[in-house]
């Protein structure tokens, strides 16, 4: 069964999927991905220069804080990017073989259509915001902006089949409930 952990940024979703790969779980990683594509597809860098200009790569380096200036301008600079980039991973991620994935915008992105499963992490937007600050070195305005740009953590959460609610209680104990993860307990497998 195809899986997808989503969840706003700064929910956590990274830490229950590292969890779950503690545990032998292979899972794709849309956001590397897509990095990973935009440094070594030829086809997507070109589209990006025509999108965006020249100076989004700069000596063959994709120039983040350019990509990032674009993508915070406007929504319609956010969907030209995405409808370079997205259909890629797409590809990549069924080409991969493996059942589980990691997506920060699984439905913005319609790769909700690819799995048949979604687990939604979710965390209190305060603790989300102190998260993205501390993780980025960004500005609590700055930390709004990008939560601004996503759907809403609700919104997610409706759409989702699975909730694990990561606001600082034990998430391996919500993750063995949902039997994603074995029971150390002997009895509890049986």
């Not at 990017?81 to 259909?87: D, E, L, Y």
């Not at 930390?143 to 600082?168: L, P, T, Y």
Request: proline share 4%.
């Amino acid at each position: 069964m195809k899986t997808a952990v989503t969840g706003g940024i700064g929910s956590g979703k990274s830490y229950v999927c590292r969890l779950l790969r503690e545990q032998g779980m292979e899972i794709y990683d849309c956001d590397n991905a897509a990095k990973r594509l935009m440094r070594t597809s030829e086809e997507i860098k070109e589209k990006l220069k025509r999108l965006v200009g020249n100076e989004v790569y700069n000596n063959g380096e994709l120039n983040k804080p350019i990509l990032a200036q674009f993508l915070l301008a406007g929504e319609e600079n956010k969907k030209a990017v995405n409808a370079i980039v997205h259909p890629a991973v797409a590809r990549d991620f069924e080409e991969s073989g493996i059942e589980w994935m990691e997506c920060a915008i699984l439905f913005e992105s319609g790769f909700d259509r690819l799995v048949d499963r979604i687990i939604c992490v979710t965390a209190p937007r305060e603790l989300r915001m102190e998260r993205i600050m501390a993780r980025d070195g960004i500005t609590r305005r700055k930390a709004e902006q990008w939560i601004g740009c996503q759907m809403s953590q609700e919104e997610i959460a409706r759409r989702s089949h699975i909730i694990v609610n990561n606001d600082g209680s034990p998430l391996l104990p919500q993750l063995v409930g949902m039997r994603f993860v074995p029971s150390t307990n002997p009895l509890e497998n049986l």
